[in-house]
Nanobody, 122 residues
Framework: QVQLVESGGGLVQPGGSLRLSCAAS????????MRWFRQVPGKERELVAA????????NLLDSVKGRFTISRDNAKNTVYLQMNSLKPEDTAVYYC???????????????WGQGTQVTVSS
């Protein structure tokens, strides 16, 4: 009944930019924290960025500070990850992760997007 749909991944040269989007659709009642994770083969999934319900508080992985920005549009149930000055080590599958209450539930559940590939290479 609830889906997270990601978009915006792709191939980019070092120093380039990409903007990821993750939209929650379906019977969404409310959304709390929203996050972006990334994972490379053979490694654990790591938290890249998080944003609170209001959007006023964000947290970023140290290695992406000054280059990545997380934001959200509560009217669109969407979270964004603006990625600038991309480096080859940013190559990974990026997943959005959202704490959300559907119209059918009385409690928050955590949902994952399907993942989108980001490749930084010349």
């Amino acid at each position: 009944q609830v889906q997270l749909v990601e978009s915006g991944g792709g191939l980019v040269q070092p120093g380039g930019s990409l903007r990821l989007s993750c939209a929650a659709s379906g019977r969404v009642f409310s959304i709390a924290s929203m996050r972006w994770f990334r994972q490379v083969p053979g490694k654990e999934r790591e938290l890249v960025a998080a944003i609170n319900t209001s959007g006023r508080t964000t947290n970023l992985l140290d290695s992406v500070k000054g280059r990545f920005t997380i934001s959200r549009d509560n009217a669109k149930n969407t979270v964004y990850l603006q990625m600038n000055s991309l480096k080859p080590e940013d190559t990974a599958v990026y997943y959005c992760n959202v704490d959300l209450m559907s119209a059918a539930d009385s409690y928050m559940n955590t949902y994952w997007g399907q993942g989108t590939q980001v490749t930084v290479s010349s």
